[in-house]
């Protein structure tokens, strides 16, 4: 497979550690992929599913303990504990590696480890880089062979250099008070233990293509976000592409799968989906900042996805996907969600592997559901209808805007342009969203997620602001800073802007401002819209409420200072000084 000697060497140090019966390397070919599934059938580890209406698609299950990130298990490993910053969990490397290497000793003795070589974006482009996954599960491995580009030709690719990223994952007993998800930045270095959960164990993921990509960037003069890639193609067949930052259940991946409402469609508007998760972007040539997504699939979430919210990535499912801790349809062989439709399966297995019965299901009840709420597929890109032509490419799409958003119910207007760059990196520091019914504890309390990277990134998060506003200084035209928020309620709670597709009015309006077609409204925040310049074209919104949503609530925001000045100070003295100048100058403009 290869003669790189930092390659091989590590994997002898790693299996004389993990001690497994055999090591298989992954060639990435389909024969080979085809006979670890089979093998995952027989073991139980993978369930078939209907061959006629879901080709090449397999159900896994995770143990009950085992369904979701664990924030508070994931570690950033620095030699100063200060370069971790105080957002993260930090451990030094040398009593990590110890730790760990605890756990792993033997973990894989009876068992096979499969050595995943891949790249994370095009491996032919300059965004690429590649990473090394040594595994002793086949679901992570087929997982992989979607989620990424993997095989031979990876290695090949890379030679005789010893850059790549070392991950090392092992399932060893699954034991919740010993799951660990490690980063070891300046080792370029992943380890992770006692999980089976993809999010924790697909390591090319968020571990690298955030945490360690992150630290990579800062160092090499890139930004890694996590941020959405869609393309709007406007009738004339020009395309203009937009980056987009959100935390959770902020309609992230229906904004990047975005189906035009019918009056565009008429027009010839389209959107094109580059990517739903993860962008690496770098100044071009041109001065202009470009973007790739480094996956190769979608990772997504299941419950709620239909045919009414998100028909795209429902239609990239329906083949070659693996769906984890769904449920499953005994009378076809298929797989169903909540959220799916209104007609749950008369006979079903559950997530958890037992006999359901639809008739004690209450929607209020979480314990109740058939699937788990993080239920997940794993399906290609390539599956989805409204991929971007421009997903394999070498070079990236060139960024016209960036968008932060959030989910606040009175503060934010529906959508507002920050004034430059410095202070559009003030707007994505503060980026909030309030909890809603659905989460655990008191409702409408705010929570930061600065640039939506909160979980992401691989050192202190003042440094990373710092790389932001760098960054700026450094890109001849950057992309114009926007934030929206499709979550605005009247007085008894519903919301006012219809959301889905139609937040292609406020794309064309954020596109419209970058190009120059429309003024604004200067306001304490920022660019707000003039009411004629957002197309409300058969909506049932009237002006008046439409003013409403693009109104400035002064007293709220004065309220939110006070938030901003704690998280801050939370964050530590490495928040840059230009952050806090945006601050005060906030808090100036709103007492005028």
Known sequence: MTNNRYVLNWIDEMAALTKPDKIVWIDG???????????AVASGELVKLNPELYPNCYLHRTAVNDVARVEDRTFICTTKKEDAGNINNWMAPAECYEKLGKLFRGSMVGRTMYVIPYSMGVPESEFAKIGIELTDSIYVVLNMLIMTRAGQHILDILGDSPDFIKGLHARADIDEKNRYICHFPEDNTIWSVNSGYGGNVLLGKKCFALRIASYLGRKEGWMAEHMLILGVEFPNGEIKYVSAAFPSACGKTNLAMLIPPEIFRKKGYKVWCVGDDIAWLRIGKDGRLWAVNPENGFFGVAPGTNEHSNPNALAATKKDTIFTNVALNTDNNTVWWEGLDDNPPKHCIDWKGNVWDYTKYDKKDKTTCAAHPNSRFTAPAVNCPCVSSEFNSTTGVPISAIVFGGRRAKTAPLVYQSFNWQHGTFVGSIMASETTAAAAGAVGVVRRDPMAMRPFVGYNMGDYFAHWLAMGKRIPNPPKIFHVNWFRTDSEGHFIWPGFGDNMRVLLWILDRVEGKVDAKET?????????????????????????????????????????????????????????????????????
């Open 29 to 39: 070919s389909e024969e080979q992929a085809e006979a670890l599934r089979a093998e």
């Open 524 to 592: 304490a925040i920022g660019y707000v819209p003039n009411l004629d310049d957002i197309n409300i074209e058969g909506l049932n919104l009237t002006k008046e409420t439409l003013a409403n949503l693009l109104d400035v609530d002064k007293e709220a925001w004065k309220q939110d200072i006070a938030n901003i000045k704690e998280f801050y100070a939370l964050i530590g003295d490495r928040v840059p000084a230009e952050l806090y100048q945006e601050l005060e100058a906030l808090e100036a403009r709103l007492d005028k």
